[in-house]
């Protein structure tokens, strides 16, 4: 019963510097989604996909980059780090796209920007 | 931008006590969820609510929607540690739109 699994737990990233957040669900589910969790913040949206092949844009998508290359996998590009990008980062997938099925999360990425 | 705002921020009480938080917006939810974060780990689902003035019980944890459809609660009797945790709604404001997140309350239950 993997779920959703994110890759690396912690991370520190000079800033600058560049990374892949990785996230991989094996439910066979349409719909995964990054978001970010700061403190008095809630989540949120960066980016989406409702498919393989389909992306967009959420809440706060500037400095990210995303692709979805195949059901399975949804990684989040970071192409130059800043320190407003530490957070804590978490993928989730649905069964179906935006509809009342509920997400499942992954345990989480925290990055610390320096 | 919809907003959800959740209340209280913070709680902290006694194993045994009842408690009650909230989740309000200005705005109709086509649907409403509430999720349950522990320390380190991504947030846990705990119940779907579509229906203005629907109420589930899950165990010990009563859920209901507003007749309005703008506003919904979480009700905990008899609050055990395990209970500890952040909890979280989400709401949709119309069909087919991605599910936005409140701040969260912040639970503690002390032994």
């Known amino acids: 019963n993997a779920g959703v699994t994110q890759t690396p737990k912690f991370q520190v990233l000079k800033t600058g510097q560049s990374m892949t957040l990785q996230c991989a669900q094996d439910m066979n589910h349409e719909y995964m989604s990054w978001y970010r969790q700061d403190p008095g913040m809630g989540l949120r949206l960066i980016h989406y996909?409702?498919?393989?092949?389909?992306?967009d844009q959420g809440e706060v998508p500037n400095g990210y980059n995303v692709s979805r290359s195949t059901t399975e996998d949804f990684p989040l590009r970071l192409l130059s780090a800043a320190p407003s990008q530490t957070s804590v980062y978490f993928c989730a997938s649905s069964y179906r796209a935006r509809t009342n099925y509920g997400y499942t999360f992954g345990s989480g990425t925290r990055l610390t920007v320096v | 931008t919809q907003l959800l705002e959740q209340s209280p921020q913070f709680l902290s009480i006694q194993e045994g006590e009842n408690l009650t938080v909230y989740c309000n917006s200005s705005s109709v939810f086509s649907s409403l969820q509430w999720y349950r974060q522990e320390p380190g780990e991504g947030p846990v689902l705990l119940v779907t609510?579509?229906?203005?003035?629907e109420v589930k019980k899950l165990k010990r944890l009563t859920f209901q929607f507003g007749d309005a459809r703008k506003d919904s609660s979480l009700h905990i009797t008899a609050a055990q540690p395990g209970d500890t945790g952040l909890y979280l709604c989400?709401?949709?404001?119309?069909?087919?739109?991605?599910?936005?997140f409140g701040p969260g309350t912040r639970l503690s239950v002390l032994p």
């Open positions: 996909s409702v498919g393989a092949g389909i992306t």
């Open positions: 989400a709401g949709a404001h119309n069909y087919g739109q991605n599910f936005v």
């Open positions: 609510v579509v229906t203005g003035g």
